[in-house]
């Protein structure tokens, strides 16, 4: 495992959850994190991202307004804060780090290099 991500759980609809994810950025060369989900027979799909030089983030529509990508300079960490949760955000979810410098935030899986392991966010209604 590459970088860790952790903070899932089980919780209500309506409540709140915040994932981390852990790596260095020295190590794995990090210019962007992305958070990706991926739910029980779906495709795996774009969450949210952050470039680490210009704080630039993108959301998916469907979690846009509610979930807030953020990151934490000293401690190579990002984070997922996500709020008013739906039974429809169940699903693991991974942390990715972009190698690349770039200026735009890619939204395709097959752009990121390294991944962590997944945290189960389970959303109960």
């Known amino acids: 495992v590459q970088l860790q991500a952790s903070g899932g759980g089980l919780v209500q609809a309506g409540g709140s959850l915040r994932l981390s994810c852990v790596g260095s950025?020295?190590?794995?060369?990090?210019?962007?994190t992305g958070w990706f989900r991926q739910a029980p027979g779906k495709e795996r799909e774009f969450v949210a991202g952050?470039?680490?030089?210009?704080?630039?983030?993108e959301y998916a529509d469907s979690v846009k307004g509610r979930f807030t990508i953020s990151r934490d300079n000293a401690n190579d960490t990002v984070y997922l804060q996500m709020d008013r949760l739906k039974p429809e955000d169940t699903a693991v979810y991974y942390c990715?780090?972009?190698?690349?410098?770039?200026?735009?935030?890619?939204?395709?899986?097959?752009?990121?290099?390294?991944w962590g392991q997944g945290t189960r966010v389970t959303v109960s209604s």
């Open positions: 950025r020295r190590t794995f060369k990090i210019y962007g």
């Open positions: 990715a780090a972009d190698s690349t410098p770039r200026g735009v935030l890619p939204r395709s899986g097959s752009v990121y290099k390294y």
């Open positions: 952050i470039r680490w030089s210009s704080s630039r983030t």
